[in-house]
């Protein structure tokens, strides 16, 4: 299958600081892809969908000021978590595909803010 | 939006044992797949099935659209088979995202 690497796989900052998640669809271009949000025992929970060259679309109740979603090219996503609080402390994980496949998922990154 | 429900939500056997899994859906789809979630968070992709029958060594799936269910089948059980699985969707509509289902926490006893 295809390659969706996510990095960093586990991250710790401080309160009020800013964190850079990154995605990258490895063997294919991906012109759609998705950030997802866990909380332990609990399923993954859609936060926003991202398209290249355009603005990401977030669910709702998901603040868009606060998660920044950048798509700069067909193999590469960010997300961007902003003035992090402890609250955002959290597993997430990303996916990608090419339309009508199926898709493929990062190896998700557990953010810790103390 | 769709409507995703998996059942039983925790399943606890004994090595060797047969078990399925079994998710719902409300809505027409554009695709189906299962996941196992090992305890380090990775998700494994373990079938991309819309529709039809597939089978992967001890685990195979079935899905019926037009019934709008989708069963994981997982036979002679092994410890290492633990972990969560979950069913996702992509509806035709909804902008093809994918809405998972809240999973089966799977135990399996040695």
């Known amino acids: 299958g295809a390659v969706v690497s996510q990095h960093p796989s586990w991250v710790i900052c401080k309160s009020g600081t800013s964190v850079k998640i990154e995605c990258r669809s490895l063997?294919?271009?991906?012109?759609?892809m998705f950030w997802y949000r866990q909380f332990p025992k609990q399923s993954l929970m859609l936060m926003a969908t991202?398209?290249?060259?355009?603005?990401?679309?977030?669910e709702q109740g998901v603040e868009k000021d606060k998660f920044l979603i950048n798509h700069a090219s067909l193999t590469l996503s960010t997300l961007t978590v902003t003035s992090a609080h402890p609250e955002d402390s959290s597993f997430y994980i990303c996916s990608a595909s090419s339309r009508v496949s199926e898709a493929f998922f990062g190896q998700g990154t557990r953010l810790t803010v103390v | 939006g769709i409507q995703v429900e998996q059942s039983p939500p925790d399943l606890i056997l004994q090595e060797g044992a047969n078990s399925t899994l079994r998710c719902n859906f409300s809505d027409s789809v554009n695709n189906l797949q299962w996941f196992h979630q090992n305890p380090w968070g990775q998700l494994i992709n373990l079938f991309y099935?819309?529709?039809g029958t597939k089978q992967n060594g001890r685990l195979s799936a079935t899905t019926v659209a037009t019934e709008r269910y989708s069963l994981l089948y997982i036979s002679s059980s092994q410890t290492t088979d633990s972990g969560v699985y979950f069913c996702a969707v992509e509806g035709i509509t909804g902008g093809f995202k994918t809405i998972f289902g809240a999973g089966t926490r799977l135990f399996v006893k040695a």
């Open positions: 099935i819309p529709s």
């Open positions: 991202s398209n290249e060259g355009s603005k990401a679309t977030y």
């Open positions: 063997d294919f271009q991906a012109t759609t």
